[in-house]
């Protein structure tokens, strides 16, 4: 099943039986033409290599499923097995529930439950189209037996052209290690999250966190559209990562709430960057975000 939503000049399409992922989004350009904002997913059953999918109730990967807690060090389930990683989360791979719907808006809920994790969670994606563009709100609500620890993020892919550039600020960033995990010191950001636009051809092939997203916007510039996309982000999403993929025509841009494999890379934090771990949710407290998706003409 596929849902759509049209408001003032923006598309969104949903899969509720496939992660509520977002399938598609698009925006009427003033000049009269359809600019897509998302890469389009024709098929989510066969993978989730566009569109935009969320990663609960945790982002990026964890090395070999290792997730200490509470004094026991338990195994998740890894579902990047060449990579000995778990990998973000297990929403995307369930269907979620139509709670409430109209022509611009509507709002999907979901709740895990398994004996392969230690996670117990309701999570909800409302979405509402307007003239300011597509507001999407995250939020995900405990209901494990004790305090645990929580995270979420998106994974949207946009269309790359090769004069597309971005633009946002960062603290810091981390280089890549092995199995695509940030190793420390914590860097000043060089080419890339510094607060001006860089060209996407430069960076094929990065795959990297960047830490400490504020002010959290970011630009997409679309020259061959005469389009700037801008994202707002709120909430728990404090961090960006950025995945440049080699010889394909997109890249993504993920707002995320913490760090990955952070359990088991306390030593991220000593450079006193704060807000890099997961959320530790009691029983019924909630973590949540935002994420406003908007265009105009450039």
């Not at 992922?21 to 000049?31: G, K, R, V, Y």
């Not at 994606?125 to 507001?135: E, F, K």
């Not at 400490?212 to 982000?233: V, Y």
């Not at 006193?272 to 265009?295: D, K, N």
Request: hydrophobic fraction near 40%; charged fraction near 15%; aromatic fraction near 8%.
């Amino acid at each position: 099943m596929t849902l759509d939503l049209h408001a003032e000049g923006y598309h969104l399409r949903l899969s509720p039986d496939y992660g509520a992922t977002l399938l598609a989004a698009s925006w009427q350009h003033p000049e009269g033409f359809e600019v897509p904002l998302l890469a389009p997913l024709a098929d989510p059953a066969a993978g989730f290599s566009t569109g935009c999918f969320i990663m609960a109730p945790f982002a990026n990967r964890i090395a070999d499923g290792r997730f200490p807690w509470g004094g026991e060090v338990l195994t998740l389930p890894m579902n990047r097995p060449e990579a000995q990683v778990a990998i973000h989360g297990f929403a995307r791979n369930r269907a979620w529930q139509v709670m409430s719907r109209d022509a611009a808006s509507i709002t999907l809920q979901h709740r895990e439950a398994s004996p392969q994790h230690p996670w117990r969670y309701r999570a909800e994606l409302a979405a509402r189209l307007s003239a300011d563009g597509i507001a999407l709100s995250l939020s995900l609500t405990s209901e494990a037996e004790g305090p645990l620890p929580f995270g979420f993020g998106l994974h949207p892919y946009f269309p790359r052209k090769p004069d597309t550039a971005v633009c946002f600020t960062a603290a810091g960033t981390f280089a890549a290690g092995d199995r695509g995990l940030p190793v420390p010191p914590l860097q000043p950001p060089a080419g890339m999250g510094a607060g001006q636009p860089a060209l996407l051809s430069a960076f094929e092939g990065l795959d990297q966190f960047f830490a400490g997203w504020a002010p959290a916007q970011a630009e997409i510039l679309q020259p061959a559209s005469r389009t700037r996309i801008r994202l707002t982000g709120g909430g728990a999403f404090r961090h960006l990562h950025v995945f440049v993929p080699q010889g394909r025509d997109v890249f993504c841009i993920e707002p995320v709430s913490h760090a990955p494999d952070i359990l088991n890379r306390p030593e991220l934090g000593a450079d006193g960057q704060p807000g890099l771990g997961m959320t530790t949710l009691a029983p019924s407290e909630t973590l949540s975000a935002t994420l406003g998706l908007s265009a105009c003409g450039a």
